[in-house]
């Protein structure tokens, strides 16, 4: 039932994927596990050495019209790097761009403070021509993206991004482990990156094509009674993606820093930007058949107007001929403490003001960035619970550098088996409580996902120690 609805949503395919379509004569592309990983130039025993250049780079999102965007080692999204938890990573990063300054942030590790990549708090912006050497220890296994923290939300929308996989050794071997990006971008009708105009950049930069590891025609192999697992960012500046599987349902295995306790089982994922999951695919499709990851619009404030209403596919499953009969792979579970809400160290307070001109002020607590007072937070050992509440129109997918976090609370209804996550989406109208160590000493940039909405000042800095 639900693949015939979806043959007659599908009928309304976005105009500018149809437009600028692969051409008919185009070979279908092989399904492939493989997404470029980086080489790793001399890892001596725990450390891995990798090199990094920023670039001005033209690339296909596969519509056969360059976008004249940005790329790290010249591929969008930048390459996969591989690390074993516990592991340090040595980046040589040489800033290529011609005209600007740029920093690189690895979002969700919990890494050493002076390496998290935030302009004037951690370092000084990496000029062009210069490089910079990040080195810090990944301590815990997950997938993990990195992207600049300067003209974020320009930079990232142009192409800057990549993706970190550190592994636990105690993982199962899975027949397809893929790393996916979730990403949309607005073009013009030139095909290259635009502005979003008032009061549509208010609400998030939503885009008009839909990309999967930067491009539209992404396929990923999978076998009858195998299992692939499907490693999703969400690298979008302001869409939240809601996914679906034709024929499929979900296994979600992991979430933003690591594996799941208790995996759960589901029809559809919504997740936010910056957000990630882990889900496993269980192979119980035919044997050369394609099954569509399909996109289902989802607007977040209902003031906001999706460019690419209704739903769309946006990657495709492949099945090879094999038959296999493998059991369901199981993950390594994380130690996730039980913990009980203590007294709310803080809470805070989100919400946006409409401008005359369309344009948008977004606060934390009644202040917008940098005027948002600094928290700190200090358990001395013991877990500090706090919260956030959301005034706003809109929901608000909420980042804490540094730390890893658990929802404890939505609210007030308590969460099951939860996830360390470091992005949490926070509805309107809703309280979220959340606890924490916060035993990753640093002032750290606490923020809304939503790109725009950052730069229109839904951001803060806490203090952990
Ligand atoms: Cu992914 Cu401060 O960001
Ligand atoms: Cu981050
Ligand atoms: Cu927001």
């Not at 013991?382 to 608000?396: F, K, R």
């Amino acid at each position: 039932m639900r693949s015939a609805t979806l043959v007659l949503l599908l009928g309304s395919v976005s105009i500018l994927s149809v437009a600028c379509g692969p051409k008919k004569s185009a070979p279908v592309l092989p399904a492939s596990c493989d997404v470029p990983w980086i080489t790793a130039n001399q890892s001596s025993a725990g450390v891995v050495d990798v090199n990094l250049t920023a670039a001005e780079t033209d690339w296909d999102p596969g519509t056969g019209v360059p976008i004249h965007g940005l790329a790290y080692n010249g591929i969008v999204p930048g390459p996969v790097i591989p690390i074993t938890a516990g592991e340090t990573l040595r980046v040589h990063f040489t800033n290529a761009l011609s005209v600007e300054g740029t920093t690189v942030h690895w979002h969700g590790v919990r890494i050493a403070w002076a390496m998290d990549g935030v302009p004037g708090l951690t370092q000084d912006a990496i000029l062009p021509g210069q490089t910079f050497v990040y080195q810090f220890t990944v301590p815990d296994p997950g997938f993990y993206w990195y992207h600049p923290h300067m003209q974020t939300a320009k930079d990232i929308e142009r192409g800057l991004y990549g993706r970190i996989i550190s592994r636990d050794p105690a993982e199962p071997v899975v027949d397809c482990d893929m790393p996916i990006a979730l990403d949309d971008v607005l073009l013009g009708a030139d095909g290259q990156v635009v502005a979003p105009s008032l009061p549509n950049r208010a609400h998030g930069n939503l885009g008009n094509l839909l990309l999967a590891n930067g491009r539209i025609d992404t396929r990923v192999p999978i076998s009858k009674g195998g299992h692939t697992l499907l490693r999703l960012v969400n690298a979008a500046n302001a869409r939240t993606f809601d996914l679906s599987i034709e024929g499929h349902s979900m296994r979600v295995v992991g979430t933003d820093q690591g594996w799941l306790p208790v995996p759960y089982t589901t029809d559809r994922l919504v997740m936010a930007g910056g957000e990630r999951y882990e889900v496993l695919v269980d192979g119980t499709g035919e044997p050369g058949h394609e099954y569509r990851v399909i996109s289902h619009s989802h607007l977040d404030d209902p003031m906001e107007l999706d460019p690419l209403p209704g739903d769309r596919p946006i990657f495709t499953l492949v099945y090879d001929q094999q038959q296999k009969n493998e059991p369901v792979p199981s993950f390594p579970p994380p130690a996730i403490p039980a913990w009980t809400p203590g007294p709310v160290a803080h809470k805070y307070v989100l919400n946006d003001i409409m401008q005359a001109n369309g344009g948008m002020i977004s606060t934390i607590d009644g202040k917008s960035y940098p005027n948002v007072p600094m928290v700190m937070f200090s358990g001395a050992g013991e877990p500090v619970t706090l919260q956030i509440e959301n005034d706003a129109s809109g929901m608000h997918p909420m980042h804490f550098h540094g730390e890893r976090l658990l929802v404890v609370a939505r609210n007030g209804t308590t969460q099951l088996n939860p996830g360390w996550k470091d992005t949490v989406m926070v509805a309107p109208h809703e309280t979220v409580t959340l606890m924490s160590m916060f035993d990753n000493p640093g002032s750290w940039m606490f923020h809304c996902h939503i790109l725009e909405h950052a730069e229109d000042g839904m951001m803060a800095m806490f203090m952990a120690n």
